[in-house]
Every structure is written in C-alpha cells, then in structure tokens.
C-alpha cells in the first residue's frame, strides 16, 4: 500500500472518529458528542462535515509536525520573567500581567503568566472550596464511563488464600466484570483492565479512587503531579487514550462500592455451593456467572451508543499495559534493573533505553521505539572485604594513690573506683 494511503491516528482521534461516527449515525447527539470530546457544538459540527466529505482523514490535523504559528517567543519569555524577578516578586499572575503591560510594555496574558510562573516555581496553584455534592446521574451511553476498584475480602471463607476482586462496572448500564488476583497492585490492575478491553473495548475514561496504584501519594505540587509523577497505570491509560478520574470518597463512586456488597453476598455463597477453593477455580467460575449476573441486574442505558474504542487490528496493547522504566546505556552497551545486568546486543543508538515488564513476566528492552535483542548477563562478583575482629576493650583500674582519684572528696567513692 502506497504511504500516502496510509492514514497514521492517534488515540484520541481515534477516540474522536468513534463519537464523530456515532453522531452521524443518530446513536447520540452532537452536544453529547461535544461533551465527550471537550469542544464545542460547532466543532462537532466541524468534524462532521470533514468526516462526511474526506472521511478518516478529516479528522487529522493539517498542521501536525509543524510549530505553531501563535507561539510566543522565547525572548520575550526571559524578558518577561527577568522583569518579575526583578521588581514583581509575589505578585499574582493576574497584576504581574497588568503591570509587564503598564509599565515594562511586555503584553502578556495572564493565564499564560500563570503558566510561566508556575514553570519556574515562583507561583503556587491555590486550592478552590469544594463545592456542595449531590447525587450525580448514570452516565447515558455504555462504556461513557467505567468505575474500578479492588474488594479485599474473604471470598474463599477460610477454603483458600485470601485474594481480591478486581471489578469493574458500567455507569450507565450497571454491566459488571470482574477477575480474582492476589493481591491489589499495578500489574493486576493491568491484568483485569486488559480482559476489559478484549472483551468491550477502550472506555472513555475510568473512576476510580486514589489507591497509590491508581495515582501518586507523593506530596508534591499540584503541577508537578500532573506532568510529572504519574503512577504506571495511570500513565498507561494515557497513552491508550483513557480519561482517569479520581473520586475524593468512597461514595463517589458508590456504584462499584455497592456492587462489592452484593457480591460480597452473592457470591461467596455461590462459590460456597461450588466449594471453589482456589484462584483459578474462582476466575472460570466468575467466566459463568457474571453474563447470568447481568442478565438479571443491568439496566438499560439512556442512549444506545456504545462508545467503547474497539482496539484497531495490529495494536499492541502490551506496549502500554506494562511497567516502564527508563535507564541508561552504558559505555559497553549494557543495562541494570533490580540488581540484574543485561548486555544488548545491537548499537542502541540512544543514550536512554526503555525496559518494558510486561504482564507475562517477559521483558523487552526498546530505544527510539525499536525492540532490541540481549541477553541476561551475572555481574562482576566484587570481592569481600575481610572484617577485622575488635579487640575487647581494657578496663584500666586506677591505684588508690592515682592523683585522679585524689580528687573525689568522698572517701568510699575513692575506695569504691580503687576496687
């Protein structure tokens, strides 16, 4: 196939060709589908047209790889900066922008100085009053919105380990899923958000709490959080094109608290009747009973667009769904992780290299988005130091003419030291 007929998306267009598709189709309306997308009704309408006339190729921007044309200049970023610095230190982005304009004649925007201030860490974003919460409504199309969480719980009653469930439920339709782990971490978070997507496709976003598997504890800036400190999955749902929302409280997502209690009953007294005792008996049995468990408690959703991304044929969705880390190609071409040396065997051609951990236990080590081949090497053993024995320490017991102990007046604490 020529390059020119190949049509290169990203995630988010992707995302974006499935609600423009539905929107053409009458499955939901143009302000849904604005909503979703976070634009207008008039760019819905946009994309539209160009969808109608060009088809997939309409969506992709004609200006990719090229630098804005409104960007502003680094000259005048550090003028504007050297002139706050100098005489405006601690004012807010707002005045600090009234006063470049008044009297240093630097026209900047002040939600623009407020990005550049932050930048340079001379300005604090300030927390907002929580507003007051009400009950919010179901979602109104299946796979708008997916909540997720992990229930530690006895589901085995003493008949085996102790394991979690990994569910997940549709906010608009109450669909369940779910898939037993041992425990609550990144890879079988991974793991069961994988067999969603096989199963339904990519969700537009995920609700979920703020286990430090989900999102970074560390106390950091509010910035710094957001560009930076991402945790492994939220990073990975990212890069799929995923929205992450965290809830503040457990009742915020109320929906997946309450299906755990219902589970949580149901069952375990079903796997009881089974006498399932181990993982992988619980998984086959869940295969069963959650379709009879939808069947009997899903409701219908209030559109009928399903707005899940079915994955495109060729996608590896490994590459994302997986724990990455960055490390540095040594001068010999080899690379450490947890304590194991690894020796590439092809030029890297880069001075970082990504290592991939992916959910098989296997590991592929790619630069510049190439797989490269190594081998798993033992490293040098350096030799133990030899650890000297200290010698006892002598207890010098001074004689009762000793000059120190002439010193101490009372005459049985001098006989007493010269025992």
Same mark, same amino acid.
């Given at each position: 196939? *020529? ?7 990203s995630m988010r267009e992707l995302k974006r060709l499935k609600l423009v598709q539905e929107a053409i189709g009458k499955q939901v309306t143009q302000k849904t589908a604005a909503e979703l997308m976070g634009i207008s009704e ?32 680094? #000259? ?47 300005? !604090? ?13 179901? #979602? !109104?199309?299946?796979?708008? @919105? ?14 085996? *380990? ?35 997507? #096989? ?8 609700? /979920?709490? $703020? ?8 106390q950091a800036k509010e910035e710094e959080r957001e560009q930076i400190l991402l945790s492994q999955f939220e990073r990975a749902l990212r890069e799929l094109g995923v929205k992450v929302i965290h809830a503040n409280s457990p ?7 309450? /299906?755990?209690?219902?589970? $949580? &009953?149901?069952?375990?007294?079903? @796997? ?7 993982? %992988? %008996? ?28 079915? =994955?495109?044929?060729?996608? &590896? ?17 080899? =690379?450490?992780?947890?304590?194991? /040396?690894?020796?590439? $065997? ?53 004689? *009762? ?11 049985r604490l001098r006989q007493a030291y010269a025992k």
């Amino acid at each position: 196939m *020529p390059e020119r007929d190949i049509i290169r998306m990203s995630m988010r267009e992707l995302k974006r060709l499935k609600l423009v598709q539905e929107a053409i189709g009458k499955q939901v309306t143009q302000k849904t589908a604005a909503e979703l997308m976070g634009i207008s009704e008039r760019q819905v309408r946009r994309l539209v047209k160009a969808v109608r006339k060009e088809g997939e190729r309409g969506l992709v921007h004609r200006s990719r790889g090229k630098p804005s044309n409104n960007r502003i200049s680094e #000259k005048l970023r550090a003028k504007a900066i050297s002139a706050y610095k100098g005489s405006y230190m601690g004012f807010g982005p707002t005045l600090a922008s009234e006063k470049l304009r008044e009297r240093e004649r630097i026209t900047v925007s002040e939600e623009t100085m407020r990005k550049w201030l932050l930048q340079e860490g001379l300005w !604090e974003k300030k927390r907002r009053r929580s507003p007051h919460r009400r009950c919010r409504e179901r #979602k !109104e199309c299946f796979g708008e @919105m997916v909540q997720m969480d992990g229930s530690h719980h006895d589901w085995l009653e003493g008949r085996g *380990p102790e394991l979690v469930l990994m569910g997940y439920i549709d906010d608009a339709t109450g669909n369940t899923l779910g898939k037993f782990h041992d425990y609550e971490g990144t890879i079988p978070a991974m793991d069961s958000f994988k067999d969603y997507v #096989k199963k339904y496709g990519l969700p537009q976003s995920v609700y /979920l709490d $703020q286990h430090s598997t989900y999102k970074v504890t560390t106390q950091a800036k509010e910035e710094e959080r957001e560009q930076i400190l991402l945790s492994q999955f939220e990073r990975a749902l990212r890069e799929l094109g995923v929205k992450v929302i965290h809830a503040n409280s457990p009742q915020a997502k109320g929906r997946v608290e309450r /299906l755990f209690g219902t589970l $949580q &009953d149901r069952l375990v007294k079903e @796997m009881r009747l089974k006498g399932i005792r181990t993982k %992988e %008996e619980g998984n086959v049995f869940l295969g069963r009973y959650l379709p009879a468990f939808n069947k009997k408690f899903r409701v219908p959703a209030a559109k009928k667009a399903d707005l899940h991304i079915t =994955v495109p044929k060729g996608f &590896d969705l490994d590459d994302s769904l997986c724990i990455k880390t960055n490390r540095v190609a040594r001068k010999d071409n080899t =690379v450490s992780l947890n304590g194991k /040396l690894f020796q590439i $065997q092809e030029p890297v051609g880069a001075l970082y290299v990504e290592i991939q951990e992916r959910l098989n236990g296997a590991l592929v080590i790619k630069a510049n988005g190439k797989s490269l081949k190594y081998t798993g090497i033992k490293p040098i053993a350096r030799p133990k130091r030899k650890q000297t024995k200290s010698k006892a320490r002598q207890v010098v017991v001074p004689k *009762p003419n000793h000059p120190w102990l002439q010193g101490i007046k009372s005459v049985r604490l001098r006989q007493a030291y010269a025992k």
